[in-house]
């Protein structure tokens, strides 16, 4: 699946789980160059608020 995973030329966010009983897992590239990777569910949900919030579509809202 490393495919779907993100890359510094096409930056955005992947999360995968792999099933109801394995942990989250989710990767992240910026346009910016920041990237970062998350295991667990609640590290997964903190990493994907943090990205949002200031990386990927937020770059777009400030005009960066
Ligand atoms: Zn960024």
Same mark, same amino acid.
Not at 33 to 49: E, F, H, P, R, W
């Given at each position: ?13 992947? %999360?995968?789980?792999?099933?109801? +009983? &394995?942990? !989250? *897992?989710?990767?992240? %590239?910026?346009?910016?160059?920041? +990237? &970062?990777? !998350? *295991? ?25």
């Amino acid at each position: 699946m490393s495919d779907l995973a993100p890359t510094s030329e096409r930056p955005g966010l992947h %999360v995968s789980k792999p099933s109801p +009983s &394995a942990p !989250a *897992t989710a990767s992240v %590239v910026c346009q910016c160059g920041a +990237s &970062a990777t !998350a *295991t667990g569910d609640a590290q997964v949900k903190a990493l994907v608020d943090g990205y949002t919030a200031s990386h990927g579509p937020a770059h777009q809202r400030t005009g960066r």
